[in-house]
């Protein structure tokens, strides 16, 4: 490791740092790397701070992007190690043409996405929030909540929009509530593992016309982004209830707005919007029926402490010259540069 510089670019200061990355290793093997926390603000300051980086820790915030002209300065990086599951803000196809092989830490926060997902399902069916801010106001609602619109899981159909990890893990822990389960992915899964969890394969236009709950878990690509626009939210059922815990720029937020407040649709359950953190100006703000959360579905404190330990293990793991895991972009590291 003699000589080696880590570069964070998420806000972990050096100190914290060196502390997770000793508790892995010895302290003469630590004693010549150098960690560095990015401070600055300007994409030149950031073309000068990698320059001489062997490893850089990506920004879990996303606000930290790493184009082709930042990876074209990176001579010497042979590792970027994401701290998150999505990677949006990093160019990995410029980081493939440097040779810089990127990472993350897929599967950290797979059960903490799911268990939010089952949350936001049922807080909208139930209407949730409307009944405690009415209890809340001392308001005793009982018999006006079904006046709403009430309903119960069971029996209803959700189609699941990505079945990657966290889509089997929601397969998982809907089913026991008695849902009728379909999906739609680009990749299908083998007849067995749908027998398994139970699931329904169907194209993208019979899930969406076809469920009472959309739930969706796909990555944030050219090809997904507004996946979920006006024209697809008209062909829905007037009861759905829409979650993304994925990416915000999957749904048209304006498109969704105006199907809220037009009552085309039951409800919407969001984690993420395609502007973070959410503008005082999202259309979405003012809708009815909507919950939203700060996107912390993935953020418990045991999928964070599994986040910082793969981050740290793919770190050691590189700067010791051995192959980390969850490379992202299909290239074998290179452990001199």
Not at 277 to 304: F, M, Y
């Amino acid at each position: 490791m003699a000589g080696k510089k880590v570069l964070i670019l998420s806000p972990l200061p050096e100190d914290a740092a060196r502390m997770l990355i000793g508790a892995k290793v010895s302290a003469s093997e630590l004693e010549d790397v150098s960690i560095v926390t990015y401070k600055g603000k300007q994409k030149s300051e950031l073309i000068s701070a990698v320059a001489d980086a062997d490893v850089i820790i990506g920004d879990y915030t996303n606000n930290v992007a790493m184009d082709a002209d930042v990876m074209r300065a990176a001579k010497r990086c042979v590792l970027i190690q994401q701290p998150s599951t999505g990677y949006q803000h990093i160019d990995v196809d410029a980081a493939a043409k440097e040779g810089i092989a990127v990472a993350n830490t897929a599967g950290t926060n797979t059960f903490a996405v799911a268990e939010h997902t089952i949350m936001l399902i049922l807080a909208c069916l139930k209407k949730l929030l409307l009944a405690h801010e009415k209890t809340k106001r001392a308001e005793w609602a009982q018999d006006e909540m079904p006046l709403y619109g009430v309903f119960e899981l069971w029996g209803k159909t959700i189609g699941i929009i990505g079945m990657g990890r966290i889509g089997k893990e929601v397969a998982r822990r809907a089913k026991p509530f008695g849902a009728r389960l379909i999906y739609f992915d680009v990749n299908r899964l083998s007849a067995e593992m749908e027998r398994s969890l139970d699931l329904t394969y169907h194209s993208l236009d019979d899930v969406i016309a076809q469920s009472d709950v959309i739930t969706i878990h796909t990555p944030l690509t050219p090809e997904t982004e507004n996946l979920i626009n006006a024209e697809r939210i008209a062909k829905m059922k007037p009861n759905v209830v829409i979650v993304n815990v994925s990416r915000g720029a999957i749904i048209d937020e304006s498109a969704l707005a105006r199907a809220l407040k037009d009552k085309r649709i039951q409800g919407a359950g969001l984690d993420v919007f395609a502007d973070e953190p959410i503008s005082p100006k999202n259309p979405l703000l003012d809708a009815p029926n909507v919950i939203l959360t700060p996107h912390i579905a993935g953020a418990t404190n045991e999928s964070r402490a599994r986040i910082i330990d793969m981050t740290i293990e793919n770190v050691v793991t590189m700067l010791r010259g051995q192959e980390p895991i969850n490379i992202v972009n299909g290239v074998k590291p290179r452990f001199s540069r």
